[in-house]
C-alpha cells in the first residue's frame, strides 16, 4: 500500500505562485507515474499533470500549460507542483496520485488552493 502526504496549499492573490509536494511512503511497491488532479465545488476531478518516476516524462492538462511544472526529487519519492501565475479559476482541492506496478492507484488526502482575484 502507498500512502501519500500531500502538502503546500494555502491561499494566493492572483498572479501569485504556490508550490506543493507529495511524498509517497510505503514498502513492497514501485510506482511508474505520479501525478496532480484537483477538484472545484460542484466540478468532476480533473488532471492537472502526471510525472512518469524513471523517465520524468510529464504531461499538463492545456489549461496549466506554461504555469505549472511537475518534478520530482532525486530520490523518487517526492513529486512537486509549482503553480506559477495563479489564477481564479486554479482554485481547487488538488490531491496527489501514484500508480504502482500491479497495484490499485493511491490518493493522498488533498489540499486545498485558494486564488482570490
Known amino acids: 500500500q502507498v500512502q501519500l502526504v500531500e502538502s503546500g496549499g494555502g491561499l494566493v492573490q492572483a498572479g501569485g505562485s504556490l508550490r506543493l509536494s507529495c511524498t509517497a511512503s510505503?514498502?513492497?511497491?514501485?510506482?511508474?507515474?505520479m501525478g496532480w488532479y484537483r477538484q472545484a465545488p460542484g466540478k468532476q476531478r480533473e488532471l492537472v499533470a502526471t510525472?512518469?518516476?524513471?523517465?520524468?516524462?510529464?504531461t499538463y492538462a492545456d489549461s496549466v500549460k506554461g504555469r505549472f511544472t511537475i518534478s520530482r526529487d532525486s530520490a523518487k519519492t517526492t513529486v512537486y507542483l509549482q503553480m506559477n501565475s495563479l489564477k481564479p479559476d486554479d482554485t481547487a482541492v488538488y490531491y496527489c496520485?501514484?500508480?504502482?506496478?500491479?497495484?490499485?492507484?493511491?490518493w493522498g488526502q488533498g489540499t486545498q488552493v485558494t486564488v482570490s482575484s
Open positions: 496520485n501514484a500508480r504502482p506496478y500491479g497495484l490499485p492507484a493511491s
Open positions: 510505503g514498502s513492497g511497491f514501485s510506482i511508474y507515474v
Open positions: 510525472i512518469t518516476i524513471r523517465g520524468s516524462t510529464t
